[in-house]
């Protein structure tokens, strides 16, 4: 039972994995696993929790999509890597490292590379990690559906809706509130 645990607002973080302009348009329901991140992000948002986004060598594959930015602070940093695990960049590693951090909720692509190579850094560095599986893809379902297989056996596989709820625990709770319109309908548009 290692991967049970209670996400905890305090203790997570929310990572946004390499959406990026010329990628994200070629995985597999793309429009669908937007969704599914824009609630994501939308609900951690509301929440306070610290946002981290990462663009795999935006020279070659641009940078995050615009759809994505528009919903994202001003002030939010985009950190530039050529690892394929984030936990891998070395000044990534040390800003995960200085944030009060140590429950990592992952979204975004491809789920067999920058996503599973995360994920698996971030579990051998003692944090536990949630990834979202109505918010990320790769170019294949059958990538997809292995990288889902594998991830399963070290870290919990997830809906964004399910991630959210954990997170709030009650329904008396003033995030519950906040975040109700997310539960009523998937977001179509940035609405943060």
Known sequence: MKNCFFLEKERAGL???DVQEKLFPQ????????????????????MGLPIVVS????NGLGRTIPHLKQCLPEKQKYWEKTTFSCFCDEKLKGYFLSLPVDQWILVGIEAHVCVMQTAKDLVLAGKEVVVANDAISSRSVYDFSTAISEMKDW?????????LFELIRDASSPDFKQCLELFKAAPRSCGC
């Open 15 to 17: 990572l946004i994995i």
């Open 27 to 46: 995985v597999d329901h793309s429009p669908e696993v937007l969704v599914g991140i824009l609630k994501c992000l939308q609900g951690c948002l509301k």
């Open 155 to 163: 870290a919990r596989i997830a809906s964004t809706e399910s991630v």
């Open 55 to 58: 663009e795999q060598y935006p």
